[in-house]
């Protein structure tokens, strides 16, 4: 994740001082009043409550840089705050977008439902809305409204440029309701956590872990291509299952 990001900033004339965390205790960068920080990742809410609180650190409300069009919100919003006027975004965009076509015209029209695992839901959900996705719901385990700020707006904007609804968003959901909606309305790819996928797959439900977006390279602009591929992972392989028959011999055995 590193050096990615710090060359996106490097090209705007922004040096970082270093991370949180890191891999060596000792590389931990010092923190003082008044610095800036910039969160990539929606789980370390806590950690910007600890900067400010603590450090006196002044937290950037920015999206997450996860998609070209989350990385380049990030940055432009970084640029905004320290005064730099950001240089390449749009053009790095346009590049980046007609570089992953071949995936995102798999994805294009297609439903995903996320049934909220690991917090990274809401910008995942705004990049794939931009891929030309819809999103009719995004559970989540919680939510910090503060510290997500930024992708929330962004999420708002992108349903607004692609002319599709915004989903409703709902912190801690209850799993049996979302199985049965769900299967009422049978999206395309349903990303969820490990205990949901196996059962929604014997009833014909294309899903993903969660989990693999937790460990995976998926922010900065050169990561796109990753997180696609993770996204259409399923729906090539049922696709393949399909086309040798499978697909109806594992409906005929769910409703057994």
């Not at 977008?97 to 294009?108: A, H, Q, T």
């Not at 708002?156 to 299967?183: A, F, H, S, W």
């Amino acid at each position: 994740m590193v050096p990615p990001l710090n060359l996106e900033l490097k090209k705007q004339g922004i040096k970082v001082s270093g991370w949180l965390p890191e891999n060596r205790y000792t590389e931990l960068p010092v923190i003082k009043e008044g610095y800036f920080a910039s969160g990539v990742n929606p789980f370390l809410s806590r950690t910007a409550s600890t900067l400010m609180r603590r450090k006196k650190a002044k937290v950037i409300g920015a999206p997450f840089p996860i998609g070209p069009d989350g990385t380049r919100a990030w940055v432009e919003k970084i640029c905004s705050v320290l005064g730099v006027e950001p240089k390449g975004l749009a053009e790095r965009e346009a590049q980046i977008w007609e570089s992953v076509e071949d995936y995102v015209s798999l994805i294009r029209g297609k439903s995903v439902y996320f049934m909220g695992d690991n917090l990274l839901e809401i910008a995942m959900a705004r990049f794939l809305i931009r891929c030309g996705m819809t999103v009719p719901a995004i559970g989540i385990p919680y939510m910090d409204k503060r510290f997500q700020g930024g992708e929330l707006q962004l999420l708002e904007r992108t349903c607004e440029e692609m002319g599709v609804p915004k989903p409703k968003i709902t912190e801690k959901p209850d799993n049996y309701n979302q199985i049965q909606q769900i299967l009422e309305i049978e999206p395309d790819l349903v990303i969820t956590g490990m205990a949901h996928a196996n059962p929604l797959e014997a009833r014909g439900i294309n899903t993903k872990w969660s989990v693999e977006f937790t460990f995976a390279q998926i922010h900065g602009f050169g990561s796109t291509r990753d997180i696609l591929e993770l996204v259409t992972r399923p729906l090539r392989r049922n696709s393949n299952l399909k086309d040798l028959g499978w697909n109806k011999l594992v409906k005929e055995e769910a409703n057994v």
